[in-house]
């Protein structure tokens, strides 16, 4: 899977459902999802700087662990960050294993607070990460912005074509 796919289910899901959604994620469509979070994940898109890194986009992940464990984990409690701050801080961290196709509550002690925060920036080698579940945010609109010396440049002006001539002229120089 690329952020092309992702680009577009959430663009599918938005259509259907007036444009509740926007996705951090890499600024081409190529991009893998996997790779873009786990080394730094730059936010190339509408919101990035807003919305953090890629490790910030992080919900859950889903992985196999050097004891032949497969686990799904992820924060599931926080407290606000002193000063206010932008984004609350993981206080709590749960996970289950998959016994048989079902998950359950793991027999076995596992370390999931320090695995969480061992993905999310302590290098790699910890096991196969399988899935991850990136958090969505609300739909941020595209603005337009007109100056006097160049009316309609912009996003804005390429998606409606009005670019298109200006366009034509340098690809043919």
């Given at each position: 899977e690329n952020f092309g796919e992702v680009y577009l289910s959430v663009r599918e899901y938005n259509l259907e459902n007036?444009?509740?959604?926007?996705?951090?994620?890499?600024?081409?469509?190529?991009?893998?999802?996997?790779?873009w979070t786990w080394q730094s994940g730059l936010a190339g898109n509408t919101g990035g700087r807003a919305n953090g890194f890629g490790a910030d986009q992080v919900l859950q992940i889903e992985m196999v662990i050097a004891s032949g464990h497969h686990i799904k984990f992820g924060p599931t409690e926080w407290?606000?960050?002193?000063?206010?701050?932008?984004?609350?801080?993981?206080?709590?961290?749960?996970?289950?294993?998959n016994v048989e196709g079902e998950w359950k509550e793991c027999d076995d002690d596992i370390p999931f607070e320090d695995l969480w925060f061992a993905m999310r920036g302590g290098g790699g080698g910890w096991g196969i990460v399988l899935a991850v579940y990136l958090q969505l945010h609300a739909y941020a609109a595209l603005e337009y912005i007109e100056t006097e010396n160049c009316p309609g440049l912009g996003v804005a002006a390429f998606l409606s074509g009005s670019l298109d001539p200006i366009l034509s002229e340098i690809a043919q120089t």
């Open positions: 007036d444009f509740p959604f926007h996705v951090i994620g890499g600024a081409a469509a190529t991009v893998s999802p996997q790779g407290e606000e960050v002193d000063g206010g701050g932008a984004f609350p801080k993981t206080s709590k961290v749960s996970g289950v294993c």
